[in-house]
């Protein structure tokens, strides 16, 4: 059985200048156990799939299912199998680490050992035993995040949905989270996850799907999608060169304030040479997935849609 069947999903809003279409006819299946990525910019449309799924908010048009239940039809019995870590998501103030995990854990239904039990684990897990009995007010935004991610792993649900779940964190922060979302994967648990760091996604992956404008214009595997660019090197110059003399080596994008350049092995060291006869400094590295991603898109995933609302 799959964990989760969307089929020409879609949803509109009337906005300032006309109907804005959040979600246009999105078709996507994730198989069972599946950790899954779901890229996109902001404004793109990922909240606004995970609102509908999670039945928090009623589609325009189209079907959605998880474990072959209709989400919108059995919104209650959906809700009874889900976890979710909304990208807007709050702790309270007042609570503790401890304190979030084990009542979320009661609030769902889990006995008061089963609580203890599990949040043993995943404050060790997540790096949050030294904070643990410190108000939620007190504490950092990277721990007080560690928090709300905290609580939901640790319901082990059977279908996890994680918005932006490692905003905020240090790089060794991220990491630690990475491995629970892994181990909850093992466990049985289904995934999706939406971030804007493309190398989070890479790590974690089984599957991802890239949104934008509504439309979903690839699913598959983070390689396959990497397999999609052409050219092998990527080169990034912050000065030195113009866009017009890069673009005679390969796909030249405009990024982070300086010049991406997508090109060969042989044509990345004539570049280089002439980098040292300028004294320029240039930045060089594989093809990664934000290559694969600015290639598909157009666009950095940082870059941002001002008239969408999604």
Avoid: C
């Amino acid at each position: 059985m799959e964990a989760l069947v969307a089929r020409t999903l879609s949803k509109t809003y009337q906005g300032t200048s006309g109907i804005v279409r959040a979600l246009d006819s999105v078709e996507m299946t994730i198989a069972k156990g599946r950790l899954f990525s779901f890229l996109g910019r902001n404004g793109a449309g990922k909240t606004t799939f995970i609102k509908i799924a999670s039945a928090l908010l009623l589609p325009t048009a189209g079907s959605i299912q998880l474990f072959g239940i209709d989400v919108v039809e059995h919104a209650r019995e959906i809700r009874e199998r889900i976890a979710i870590v909304p990208q807007e998501g709050k702790p309270f103030y007042h609570l503790t680490p401890r304190e979030h995990v084990e009542e979320y854990l009661r609030v769902r239904g889990a006995t008061r050992e089963t609580a203890r039990s599990r949040a043993d684990e995943v404050l060790e897990d997540m790096g949050l035993l030294p904070y643990q009995h410190i108000p939620a007010m007190v504490l950092s935004g990277g721990l007080q995040q560690r928090t709300l991610v905290a609580m939901v792993l640790a319901t082990e649900a059977p279908f996890l949905f994680l918005d932006e779940p490692t905003l905020g964190m240090d790089p060794f922060a991220r990491r630690q989270v990475w491995d629970v979302i892994r181990h909850a994967a093992r466990k049985g648990s289904t995934v999706l996850l939406t971030t804007h760091y493309l190398d989070e996604a890479e790590q974690l992956s089984e599957e991802l799907a890239v949104i934008e404008g509504g439309h979903v214009l690839y699913q598959g595997t983070p390689d396959a999608l990497k397999s999609k660019v052409r050219q092998e090197i990527r080169l990034h110059f912050d000065t030195g060169f113009t866009r017009e003399e890069l673009a005679a080596y390969g796909e030249v994008f405009v990024e982070r304030g300086g010049l991406t350049l997508l090109t060969t092995r042989n044509r990345a060291e004539e570049l280089t040479r002439r980098s040292l006869e300028r004294k320029v400094a240039i930045n060089v590295g594989p093809v990664t997935l934000e290559e694969a991603f600015l290639t598909l898109v157009g666009r950095a995933i940082e870059e941002e849609d001002p008239e969408a609302l999604a």
